[in-house]
């Protein structure tokens, strides 16, 4: 045989020593691929149960104020993490050992933390509780991954075959844990729809029980022995809490609430937030809370005694009755309330949509959460002669423009320290300008601090769709002090007509024999709206930068948070 083809068969085994076939590399592929599906999915497990964490802050702070750190807390984490695992000493087994530890171990923190955030404040205190609790499960999980992640690579990319693949392993590592992290962050919020579909189903109603469920799940996916010498410390005193509704827990919760002269009667946690029902065994009065801010609330009659309509303790939602005394400038007024039509956007405890009813007006209203509109029909007697629409009001009035209009419409809508952005758009109050009769009236409630830029945006946003407006704040205005806030609610009455309108005296039979009507039906303390459209700009709220009323909220959630700690006290909120 020629020495120049003995020559080619000896190199050949030599070239193709570090070399990977085909078949090799596509299933290498497969794996990398699969090794990045499961990384995604424990990263996605673990951003859930950051969230849930991040939302079990809401009913102590509000969701403005709970919210305002998270996203970048979540995302330094994130990106910590991937930048750092290779550096941290310690195998992925080691790591995993303590995942289920540290989750469990967060969630014991962030309830303990919950009895200080009188002291901690509604600024400081929610950015404190998630660098102690959401920021290390976040870190402690992406490392436990990254490990699992680059341990798998290097098994299917060694060093001797870098050179023909072109990569490395821990190249393909990095690249895979950078990916899916950003992936899970930017991606769709699947944890945030499952959250707010498991809160609806019957077997999880807390996301304190939800967040345990998730805790199970780390045990089970990453057995430790060290979680049976910490899970019965933890774990006890957790379920013997008040945040987790087993049938016991209510009682546990009474016991501290009877203290302060506050007893509860029920709660449920539904997709827009903790629900509750409190009563004041010693003023005597009812509310209805909804995470960190009260829906309304009424004034316990007698024993005995059962009246026609409640006593509301907000004298607001009597206000917003007003609708039926508006005159046009004719002087002219319709009295006929059986013929007459009512749309009442949100709830609440039903005082305004109780009203109306009692007038002979049919009443539909929309609720977005289906545990408010049950909880003010069986705590708060809201009639059930009424038509009820369980949606939201956004694509509600998008389907129902033109179907129907009515004569009157109440927007009330204030949830949480802020109102839902896209219920104060042009487009949306557009939309319910179309859904009025010619003679229409419709009565919007804002609740904020008057002084904000908030404020301004949401009246000139009004005044550019309603040609005709009067705004009336609940109560007097303080005195000028610029170092004080003006935290109230302003009712804006306005017609789909251009024609000025007065409010007619009210008769004896538009009181319902209330005593709170007789004081507050009529309003009384006018706004002048240039003093509110003339500062701050000249922005009106649209769907397209609905983003800079989000960011002129927070001062007033802020506000908000304390004007709630002065009427009830901190360990009422506290204990939820």
Request: aromatic share 10%; charged share 15%.
């Amino acid at each position: 045989m020629p020495g120049h083809v003995l020559s080619r068969l000896r190199k050949k085994p030599n070239q193709s020593q570090n070399s990977i076939p085909k078949t090799s590399i596509r299933a290498n592929a497969g794996q990398t691929i699969l090794t990045a599906l499961k990384a995604y999915s424990l990263v996605s497990l673990t951003l859930l149960a950051s969230g849930i964490l991040r939302s079990s802050l809401d009913p102590v702070y509000g969701h403005v104020p709970g919210s305002r750190h998270h996203g970048i807390l979540t995302l330094v984490a994130l990106l910590t993490a991937c930048s750092t695992y290779s550096s941290t000493p310690g195998s992925s087994r080691r790591w995993a050992r303590w995942l289920a530890v540290v989750g469990l171990s967060v969630s014991t923190i962030q309830l303990f933390l919950f009895r200080y955030s009188g002291l901690l404040g509604p600024s400081f205190g929610p950015l404190f509780t998630s660098l102690v609790t959401s920021f290390p499960l976040v870190m402690v999980s992406v490392i436990t991954v990254a490990k699992r992640v680059t341990g798998s690579m290097d098994k299917l990319f060694p060093t001797g075959s870098a050179e023909s693949v072109g990569v490395s392993g821990r190249t393909i590592s990095d690249a895979v844990v950078t990916a899916v992290c950003l992936i899970a962050y930017f991606g769709p919020k699947i944890g945030s729809s499952l959250l707010n579909e498991w809160l609806r189903t019957q077997v999880v109603r807390s996301r304190v029980g939800l967040y345990f469920v998730l805790v199970i799940f780390y045990a089970l996916l990453f057995p430790s022995r060290y979680l049976f010498f910490v899970v019965i410390p933890i774990l006890r005193p957790n379920l013997l809490s008040t945040y987790v509704p087993l049938p016991y827990s209510d009682q546990f919760l009474n016991t501290t609430l009877h203290k302060y002269n506050y007893s509860l009667i029920a709660r449920q946690e539904s997709p827009t937030g903790y629900i509750s029902v409190l009563d004041n065994t010693e003023d005597g009065f009812r509310v209805m809370r909804c995470d960190h801010s009260l829906l309304g609330g009424h004034w316990i009659p007698p024993q005995g005694h059962i009246p026609r309509l409640h006593e509301p303790i907000y004298a607001v939602f009597v206000m917003l009755e007003a609708v039926r005394l508006v005159e046009s400038h004719s002087g002219q007024h319709q009295t006929q309330d059986a013929q007459r039509s009512a749309l009442v956007i949100g709830v609440g405890i039903g005082t305004t949509p109780s009203a109306l009813i009692a007038h002979g007006i049919d009443t539909t209203v929309v609720e977005i959460d289906p545990v408010v509109h049950d909880f003010a029909q069986k705590y708060f007697d809201l009639p059930s002669n009424h038509t009820s629409i369980i949606q939201d009001a956004v694509p509600f009035v998008e389907q129902n423009t033109g179907v129907k209009k009515y004569n009157y419409i109440i927007h009330d809508v204030f949830t949480g320290g802020v109102e839902p952005i896209a219920l104060f758009t042009s487009e949306f109050l557009q939309g319910l300008k179309n859904m009025l009769k010619s003679d229409g009236v419709i009565a919007i409630n804002y609740a904020g601090d008057l002084r904000l830029r908030s404020a301004s945006m949401v009246v000139r946003t009004v005044l550019s769709v309603f040609p005709t407006c009067r705004l009336f704040r609940e109560e007097e205005a303080k005195q000028a002090d610029h170092s004080l806030t003006d935290f109230t609610n302003l009712v804006m009455f306005c017609r789909r007509a251009a024609s000025s309108f007065s409010f007619r005296r009210p008769a004896k039979q538009d009181f319902l024999g209330s005593r709170a009507r007789q004081h507050h039906l009529l309003p009384r303390h006018e706004v002048n709206p240039r003093s509110l459209v003339e500062r701050h700009g000249k922005d009106v709220i649209s769907n397209q930068n609905m983003g800079v009323l989000e960011k002129a909220q927070l001062e007033s959630a802020l506000g908000h948070w304390k004007v709630m700690r002065s009427v009830l006290p901190d360990a009422v909120w506290e204990k939820w």
